[in-house]
C-alpha cells in the first residue's frame, strides 16, 4: 500500500512550481448547449473512406499499399497469445512489468497489422484473423496494464478485478483502436458472427464509455484538481483516446454532447498545469504522448464540431508544439532531462500536422527534415493508434513536398519552466535547467547541463532504465539514474539534492546576448547539506563553456565534489586537465589542480533502455575538493581541441 500511495503522489499530486493558471480554454471556447448545435452526428465527420470505397483506399494507400498488406500477411498464421494470471502477478512479485506487457502488445500489433492490410485490400482475406484477435481481446478481463491496475482498482493488486473496469493509457488506446475496428469493419465481422462485432460493442460501452462518464476518480481525469496537483501526459492521451470511443460509438446527441464536455473539463486541467512558455517538462520522449496527444485531442475536436471547436490559434499551443522543434540538438540527438531519453521524440506526420495546425513552418520543415533524415518507409505505420496512421496516410504527400530543414536559434529560454539551450558557431550546444525536483518524471537533476561539440553528446544524461515498481515507488530515488549525485552537479557536503517540489532554483538569470546562464542550487537541497548559495553559472563563448560555482556553507563537515557524467572516457592522468574524447570529437576539462583531486567512475550499463543510447558503459568525472571550506569559487573550462 505504501508503495501504490507514493506512485500516486509521483504522478498525481505533486506540487507545481509556478502559480497555477485557470486557463479553461476549451470550457470557454463551447458550453453544452454550444456542442449540441456544432457536433457532427453518426461519424459524419469522418473523412477517411468507407471500407467499401476500393479507389477510396487505393488513394488514401497509394505508394504504401503493398506495405501494408505484406505485414497483415505476416499476421495470417499468428498465434494469439495467453496473458496468464501470473503474468500480472508478477508485477506485484517482482515488479517486473515486462512479463506481462510482452505478450499483450504482441497481440495488439499483430490485430493493428490485419486490420490495416484489411482495409488497404479489402477482400476479406484477413478478416477470420481479424476476428479471432477482437474475441481474444474480449475474453481478456482488462485491457489495461499491470503496472496501472492496482492503483485504480479497488483490490490492490496487478491481477485485474472483474467486477470493475477501469482506463489507463493502454485500456486507452484498445478502446480507440478497437472503436475504429467496429467503425470500418463491424459489417466484415458480421458476415463471420454477428456475436462477435456485438460483442465488441458491448465491451467498448463496459470498458470505456460507461466508466469514464460514472467515475470521476481516475487520476488522470483531473476533475478535483487543484493548483497543486500536477496533470501530465496520462491526461491528453487518455482523453484522446475516451474521445475517439465516444465519436465513434455514440450518436445520442445529449449523451454525445455530455461526454465530450466532459473530455473538454478535464483536458482544460491539463492545459492550466503548462506553462505559457509551452515547454515539455517530461522532455522530448514524452511530447508526443504530452502535446503531441493535446494535437490529437484537439484535431479530432475540430473534426467532430466542422472547425467551430478549436483553440489552435492560441500561443501557448503553438509553444508546446514547437518545443520538439527546440529541443532538437543534431544527428538524431535531443535535450533530455527527467526520464526523456537522449534519443528520440515525435514522429515526423504528427509533427507536421501539428505544425499545419498551429501555423508553424520551423515544425512542418523539421518533420520533412526527419522524414528524409531516417528513411523509414513504414512511417506512417502508428499500430494500435490507427487514428495518428489514418492522418499520416492522408498528409504524406504534402509532407514529402515540404522543404526539409531544422532551426537551430543561438539561444532558447523558457523562463517558466526555466530550461535553458545555447549553441554556437564552434559547434557547442548546451542545455541547463533549473525549475523544481517534483516534475513529472522527476529525476533530482535541478541545476544540470548537457554539453554537445558537432552533435555529439560529451556530458550526457543518462535518462532512464526500464520501467519497474521500484521506478515509481518509495525506492524510485534509490536508483542511480534518479540521483543527483549521477548528474552533472555537486555533492554539498557529501550530500545530495533532494525530491519534492521545495527543492528548487533561485535567483534564475539567463543573458541571451552574453549567453549565459545563472542560478542558486542551495535550495535543491537538504539541510544537512549546510548550503547557504551556491550559485552556479554557465556561459558559452567560441570555443568553450566556462561554468563557476560560487558558495557559501554554514558548515563545512565534508570535501565538496563536482561531479560529470560523460559518453567518453575521460583522460585524468594529467592533474589540472581532462581530456574527453568519442566519436572523433575532442574537448578538454580543465581545472584547479590545487582545488581538486579527479577520480573515474566506469558505470556498466546493463539495462537496454540505456545501453540502446550509450552502449556498453559511461563514465563519472569526480572533482573531489581537496580542502573543506565554508565558501569559495570553482572554476571549470571546457573548450574544443
Not at 449540441?36 to 494507400?61: H, M
Not at 525530491?499 to 539567463?510: C, I, L, M, W
Not at 542558486?520 to 561554468?547: I, T
Request: charged share 25%.
Amino acid at each position: 500500500m505504501k508503495k501504490i500511495a507514493l506512485f500516486i503522489l509521483l504522478l498525481s499530486s505533486l506540487y507545481a512550481a509556478k502559480a497555477y493558471d485557470q486557463r479553461d480554454l476549451l470550457r470557454h471556447k463551447s458550453d453544452i448547449a454550444t456542442l449540441k448545435s456544432c457536433l457532427i452526428l453518426n461519424q459524419k465527420w469522418v473523412t477517411y473512406p468507407k471500407y467499401t470505397d476500393r479507389s477510396g483506399w487505393d488513394a488514401l494507400t497509394t505508394g504504401v499499399k503493398a506495405d501494408i498488406i505484406q505485414k497483415g500477411e505476416a499476421a495470417l498464421n499468428y498465434e494469439w497469445k495467453v496473458v496468464k494470471a501470473t503474468d500480472y502477478l508478477e508485477f506485484d512479485k517482482s515488479g517486473s512489468r515486462t512479463i506481462m506487457e510482452i505478450p499483450f502488445n504482441s497481440n495488439n500489433s499483430a490485430l493493428a497489422d490485419l486490420v490495416l492490410a484489411e482495409l488497404a485490400e479489402g477482400k476479406g482475406r484477413f478478416m477470420n484473423q481479424i476476428v479471432n484477435g477482437v474475441w481474444h481481446t474480449c475474453e481478456m478481463t482488462s485491457w489495461a496494464l499491470s503496472a496501472h491496475i492496482g492503483r485504480e482498482q479497488k483490490e490492490k493488486t496487478a491481477l485485474p478485478s472483474f467486477k470493475e473496469n477501469i482506463i489507463d493509457l493502454t485500456s486507452g488506446d484498445m478502446g480507440a483502436f478497437l472503436s475504429w475496428t467496429w467503425f470500418f469493419l463491424k459489417d466484415e465481422m458480421d458476415k463471420v458472427q454477428p456475436l462477435v462485432a456485438e460483442r465488441l460493442r458491448k465491451n467498448l460501452q463496459d470498458r470505456i464509455l460507461d466508466p469514464y462518464m460514472n467515475r470521476s476518480n481516475f487520476w488522470w481525469q483531473a476533475f478535483n484538481a487543484t493548483p497543486k496537483t500536477m496533470v501530465n501526459n496520462w491526461n491528453p492521451w487518455c482523453n484522446s483516446d475516451v474521445l475517439t470511443s465516444f465519436l465513434l460509438l455514440e450518436n445520442d446527441p445529449d449523451k454525445l454532447a455530455a461526454a465530450v464536455q466532459r473530455t473538454m473539463v478535464s483536458v482544460d486541467k491539463f492545459i492550466n498545469y503548462y506553462h505559457s512558455d509551452g515547454a515539455c517538462e517530461e522532455g522530448p520522449s514524452y511530447w508526443g504522448h504530452a502535446p503531441g496527444k493535446l494535437y490529437d485531442y484537439l484535431q479530432l475536436l475540430n473534426y467532430a464540431t466542422g472547425g467551430k471547436v478549436t483553440i489552435f490559434e492560441l500561443p501557448i499551443i503553438k509553444n508546446m508544439g514547437e518545443y520538439i522543434v527546440r529541443s532538437y540538438v543534431g544527428n538524431g540527438w535531443v535535450v533530455n532531462f527527467a526520464d526523456a531519453s537522449a534519443k528520440g521524440g515525435g514522429e515526423p506526420g504528427m509533427i507536421f500536422r501539428f505544425g499545419k495546425a498551429v501555423g508553424s513552418q520551423d515544425m512542418k520543415q523539421f518533420a520533412s527534415y526527419l522524414l528524409q533524415r531516417d528513411k523509414n518507409p513504414g512511417y506512417f505505420n502508428e499500430g494500435r493508434d490507427l487514428f495518428r496512421t489514418l492522418e499520416n496516410l492522408k498528409f504524406h504527400g504534402e509532407l514529402k513536398e515540404t522543404q526539409p530543414e531544422v532551426s537551430k536559434a543561438a539561444t532558447t529560454w523558457y523562463p517558466e519552466t526555466e530550461f535553458c539551450y545555447m549553441r554556437n558557431q564552434s559547434g557547442f550546444f548546451v542545455a541547463a535547467k533549473g525549475g523544481y525536483n517534483a516534475e513529472s518524471h522527476n529525476h533530482n537533476d535541478m541545476g544540470s547541463f548537457t554539453l554537445y561539440l558537432n552533435e555529439t553528446p560529451m556530458i550526457i544524461d543518462a535518462g532512464v532504465g526500464t520501467y519497474t515498481r521500484q521506478t515509481f515507488s518509495d525506492e524510485r530515488y534509490s536508483i542511480w539514474t534518479m540521483q543527483s549525485n549521477y548528474h552533472n552537479l555537486p555533492m554539498i557536503n557529501g550530500v545530495a539534492e533532494s525530491p519534492g517540489a521545495e527543492f528548487r532554483s533561485r535567483n534564475v538569470s539567463f543573458d541571451p546576448k552574453k549567453s549565459s546562464f545563472s542560478l542558486d542550487l542551495a535550495k535543491a537541497y537538504p539541510a544537512e547539506a549546510a548550503v547557504e548559495k551556491w550559485q552556479r553559472s554557465y556561459q558559452l563563448q567560441e570555443g568553450e563553456l566556462n561554468l563557476v560555482d560560487e558558495f557559501h556553507l554554514s558548515a563545512a563537515k565534508s570535501p565538496n565534489q563536482l561531479n560529470f557524467l560523460t559518453w567518453g572516457k575521460p583522460d585524468v592522468s594529467t592533474s589540472g586537465i581532462v581530456l574527453l574524447e568519442k566519436e572523433g570529437v575532442r574537448m578538454k576539462l580543465e581545472y584547479n589542480k590545487n582545488q581538486f583531486e579527479a577520480f573515474l567512475e566506469t558505470i556498466t550499463l546493463t539495462d537496454r533502455r540505456l545501453s540502446d543510447v550509450w552502449g556498453k558503459e559511461i563514465y563519472r568525472l569526480t572533482l573531489k575538493a581537496k580542502k573543506t571550506e565554508l565558501s569559495g569559487k570553482y572554476k571549470v573550462r571546457i573548450s574544443k581541441l
